[in-house]
DNA sequence: AAAAGAGTAAAACAAATGTTTGAATACTGC
DNA sequence: GCAGTATTCAAACATTTGTTTTACTCTTTT
């Protein structure tokens, strides 16, 4: 990406975070990401000790980027509708997960996120605690907002799966969407349009389930 | 899963499932398999050509087990009301992914339909044409009938888009949600709870989407 | 300017992995 | 029962790959 000099320990990062996304942990070999990196296969090894200690601190990387460029809290203020802070946290996790300045529609560094979603290794502990349940919290919180009461766990948590899961679900399944929905793909002149359909579509999703519980609890 | 004697190849493929799915496919060694399935590793070449024929193999005989155990459609007659068979519909995924008679939710075979979605392999184009458009047609054809108008697909794919994708992360991010909403884990005893939940979910979804929209067109 | 240390380079090592080979064994049709 | 085919097996081969070693260069410190 960036082409400017860097030191060499950063372009590793950068250069293996695109890697390591694309073709997984196993499947990466240091040497390309020596020649891609434009740096002898002993310096990975040298500031990174070997190959996992490369992969714990590209994961950490690209968290902290995402989460830095992209916060959870994007746009939201003490005084912004509960509605509004929903349209934002989705819009965020879209431009997070999707935009060229984020992690790149998980094309790139991105998918190293879905990867770790789906088989989590040890080095994902750490960014689960740091970025990803407190991000979770939010959501919940508005959630809680919107609904006006709190309905507890079993509600709760499958709603901010739903909404999550949509996000996610774009991000990870982005090349089938391109192949048999291509006018839909996430790709960055679509992420508003995206990102405003699925709020809209969760806030129905939202207000039936009020209903639904309300009318059985009470 | 099966004791009984079956021919190797069969064995093969069963065993080859499983472990492609928890490792991927670079990470899997066709030794692992020959030993797991207790065969001679030359008997994989043999049988399946080599590495990527087994996996091509694999990855039919997953989708083709998934699919008929659970079709599309169960559950779906012609006079079933549009609603009733979204609910089928998606119950039917959640089975499919993550019942043990299923995918054993992605926990072993079925993570390759993650990986494909992930990363597709030249293997999957196959597996597209045969089982998921038609399955993403069908669902677009259910969510018609619930809208009682046909909106174009710039409304529907992303409805359909919507919903697959709350049923697709639950499965995906399976080990994750087990570690921070345990209750909700997709497992087999909560699956009706959950696949209910998303269906509801997904029906207010489609309903504000519909008012949004004739609003806006007429 | 000399010494020390950090960073980089090329080559070598040892383990693993996909594939092939050629012989041995089981099965099938006649 | 036998020829012919299909299947299984153990061993070997050629690559690939993570890691280490050793020497070299550059910067910083004294």
């Avoid at 005084?79 to 529609?105: H, K």
């Avoid at 970025?131 to 919107?146: E, F, G, M, N, R």
Wanted: glycine share 8%; with cysteine.
């Amino acid at each position: 990406m960036t082409e400017y000099p860097q030191t060499t320990k950063e372009r590793i990062l950068e250069v293996a975070g695109d890697i390591f996304g694309k073709e997984g942990f196993k499947a990466t070999t240091i040497r390309r990401i020596a020649g891609a990196a434009q740096v002898n296969i002993a310096a990975i090894n040298y500031h990174f000790r070997d190959k996992e200690g490369l992969y714990s601190a590209v994961l950490e990387h690209v968290f902290h980027i995402g989460f830095t460029r992209f916060p959870s809290k994007m746009g939201i203020e003490d005084d912004t509708l509960p509605e509004q802070q929903l349209l934002f946290f989705i819009r965020g996790m879209f431009y997070r997960l999707l935009s060229n300045e984020g992690w790149a529609g998980l094309s790139g560094r991105g998918r190293l996120i879905a990867r770790e979603l789906l088989a989590p290794t040890p080095a994902f502990e750490a960014v689960l605690d740091k970025y990803i349940k407190p991000h979770k919290d939010l959501l919940v919180s508005i959630i809680i907002a919107i609904m006006g009461e709190n309905p507890g766990p079993r509600i709760l948590l499958p709603c901010a799966i739903s909404i999550i899961g949509q996000c996610i679900y774009y991000a990870l399944a982005a090349p089938v969407i391109k192949k048999i929905a291509e006018e839909n793909a996430p790709v960055e002149g679509n992420l508003d349009r995206l990102a405003e359909f699925v709020w809209l579509f969760s806030l129905g999703g939202i207000e039936k389930i009020r209903q639904k519980t309300s009318c059985v609890t009470r």
